[in-house]
């Protein structure tokens, strides 16, 4: 990792004394050196200012009044948005219980009074210099776990994120009897797509879907690539009336989608399942909406089908379109 050149004047340093000389000399040597600073006379007014501002780093006396510096580190380091706030004590004392006692309830350094300030300025920069290595690993992190779970073209969950938030809803609703819908949907002709105009405008059609369907669901519901051209909707809280609004929505949506230099309209072929108790495993459901998608192929593409547990005997043969007249009104969040 590559450390950026130190610059004190990105950091802001809060430093905690409730005399006031001792504030003045730490001002003056922090914002000698460049260093943003901000002040509280005691425990109280330090913690109250954490409400408006976020220091990269703190001072913090020991022996203050009402709330010392102990206490004020327990409390911080009992908020989940303050505990990755370096706390240094400043303290008189210089027997090894106090230090080790300091360290014990969150601070990451312990100077004695009198100090020297090449000391102090030295040591403000080591944590502070800590501090931005930890947030820039947990960037990265972040970053790399972001990739791990997102499709590199469209950004959606890739299918391996997708199947394990479909896991988890079946298991909630083994738990629990919760209903949660599939949609499964295929872009009509996309071989087509790429032969015609290539690579780059299918490319584009599959960013342009995306869009379409992320602007229709809701935050709770889950979006993800299959595969290739394929697109598979997770549901949580739906059943096989919203999974058909939904679809049927989203497949006149598309075809008004302009994608140049697309001349044809942009179709898709949609199948839609749902949880129901006779279920055992995940894999279930997707196969009655894979099913179901099968069968809107096979009618002519530019359709959604539904396809239920009872359709499964003997065979996937009456898998039933969704029409208007089919679906049933409600449901207006879907």
């Not at 972001?146 to 896991?167: P, Q, W």
């Not at 679809?247 to 989608?257: I, Q, V």
Request: charged share 20%; hydrophobic share 40%; aromatic share 8%.
């Amino acid at each position: 990792m590559n450390l950026q050149p130190f610059d004190p004047a990105h950091f802001l340093i809060m430093v905690v004394d409730d005399t006031a000389p001792n504030l003045k000399i730490m001002g003056s040597i922090l914002e000698g050196v460049g260093y943003k600073t901000t002040f509280a006379m005691n425990g109280q007014q330090a913690i109250e200012r954490l409400a408006t501002v976020t220091p990269d780093l703190i001072l913090l006396d020991w022996m203050m009044p009402e709330i010392n510096g102990l206490e004020v580190c327990e409390i911080l380091q009992a908020n989940p948005q303050h505990q990755q706030i370096p706390i240094i004590f400043l303290t008189a004392r210089q027997d090894r219980e106090s230090c080790v006692q300091a360290l014990e309830t969150g601070a990451v350094d312990y100077i004695t009074k009198p100090f020297h300030r090449l000391e102090l300025l030295a040591r403000v920069r080591t944590h502070l210099r800590l501090k931005d290595m930890s947030n820039r690993l947990q960037a990265s992190l972040h970053a790399v776990e972001h990739l791990a779970r997102t499709d590199a073209l469209t950004g959606i969950l890739n299918r391996r994120s997708l199947f394990e938030f479909a896991d988890h809803q079946f298991r909630l609703a083994q738990r629990y009897g919760k209903s949660f819908a599939v949609i499964i949907f295929d872009i009509d002709h996309f071989k087509g797509v790429n032969d015609n105009y290539g690579h780059l405008a299918g490319d584009r059609v599959l960013k342009a879907v995306t869009a379409m369907v992320q602007s229709q669901i809701r935050t709770m519901d889950c979006f993800g690539r299959y595969g290739g051209e394929e697109f598979v909707l997770v549901l949580p809280d739906s059943d096989h009336t919203a999974g058909s609004i939904l679809s049927d929505r989203l497949r006149k949506n598309l075809e008004n989608l302009q994608i140049h230099p697309i001349e044809q309209p942009i179709t898709a072929s949609f199948g839609v399942s749902a949880y129901e108790p006779q279920d055992d495993h995940i894999d279930t459901l997707f196969n009655r909406a894979d099913q179901a998608l099968y069968h809107a192929k096979q009618a002519g593409r530019n359709c959604s089908f539904v396809c239920s547990y009872s359709d499964l005997l003997p065979q996937f043969n009456n898998c039933r379109e969704i029409t208007l007249e089919t679906i049933e009104p409600a449901e207006p969040d879907a």
